[in-house]
């Protein structure tokens, strides 16, 4: 991978040459909008991989997490922050915060969204579970499309933004 970053805020346009441009393996696929796993499943196909949930959170402190998990996976808010190293409790981030740091709106948030955060503002985790998955489906920037790419590609990806994920087991927060 040898690819600059574009510049931000990065679309899906951009991104995608971005992926392309880094080698990355990846499959878009184009689909009506979809605000919930619900709507995801209902849509998907015959779309291979793991299929991810992803949650903008902040803490008391004001400080920003994205997780994204395995679509089925239960998730404690009363003690994700304890996981993920939060200060207290988790809220959800805003959608004015979300659009700033990772360029997205409510129901289009993803993991590739970090490539919008050069500042380091956002801390982003991803379930070991998911990574079980050789490949995994994240929307790109748009809930519109899905985009397969392999979980190594995608941990690559994160590191190639500023953001060392990281990997926690969250079925043992259930």
């Known amino acids: ?100 740091f990772l360029g997205v709106t409510p129901g289009a948030v993803t993991a590739f969204g970090i490539i919008n955060d050069r500042a380091g503002r956002v801390t982003f985790a991803i379930d070991s579970k998911l990574l079980q998955h050789e490949k995994i489906n994240c929307h790109p920037l748009v809930n519109t499309a899905t985009t397969t790419i392999s979980s190594n590609d995608l941990m690559s990806f994160a590191t190639a933004s500023g953001h060392d994920p990281i990997i926690v087991d969250l079925s043992s927060e259930i």
């Open 1 to 100: 991978m040898s690819a600059d970053l574009p510049a931000t805020p990065v679309t899906r346009a951009t991104l995608l040459d971005y992926l392309a441009a880094c080698a990355f393996d990846t499959l878009t696929v184009d689909h009506p909008a979809l605000f919930t796993v619900e709507d995801s499943r209902k849509l998907r196909g015959e779309i291979e991989g793991g299929h991810t949930k992803n949650l903008f959170l902040k803490d008391k402190k004001g400080n920003y997490f994205l997780l994204t998990a395995q679509e089925d996976t239960q998730i404690n808010l009363k003690t994700l922050h304890k996981l993920l190293g939060g200060s207290s409790r988790f809220s959800f981030g805003s959608a004015d915060r979300m659009e700033e």
